[in-house]
């Protein structure tokens, strides 16, 4: 079974920055596409930030120029670093991947922006 552990989450001020990290196993990491979502309270989850296999990235307007995804093959792991964080991206991030019909998500991590 697929597991997809992020960390990093937590509180910190407008401005600021996180970095966020999606530990992977038992896939070959190398080989997926990663993504990060995010859901608000009362709003959809959203597509964030998608990083290929073979690291081309794309990302959703919002956060543009702001964050960052990358991976570490070697470590079986994707990051998404936030900076210049605004009290709209407070959310719970997901990290996701998928394999054919197979889809996988981690349990969430909390990110609150707020003075």
């Known amino acids: 079974q697929v597991q997809l552990v992020e960390s990093g989450g937590g509180l910190v001020q407008p401005g600021g920055s996180l970095r966020l990290s999606c530990a992977a196993s038992?896939?070959?990491?190398?080989?997926?596409?990663m993504g990060w979502y995010r859901q608000a309270p009362g709003k959809q989850r959203e597509l964030v930030a998608v990083?290929?296999?073979?690291?081309?990235?794309n990302y959703v307007d919002s956060v543009k120029g702001r964050f960052t995804i990358a991976r570490d093959n070697a470590k079986n792991t994707v990051y998404l670093q936030m900076s210049s964080l605004k009290p709209e991206d407070t959310a719970v991030y997901f990290c996701?991947?998928?394999?054919?019909?197979?889809?996988?998500w981690g349990q969430g991590t909390q990110v609150t922006v707020s003075s």
């Open positions: 990083i290929t296999s073979d690291g081309m990235t």
């Open positions: 996701n991947t998928k394999w054919g019909v197979n889809e996988y």
């Open positions: 038992r896939i070959s990491f190398s080989m997926y596409v």
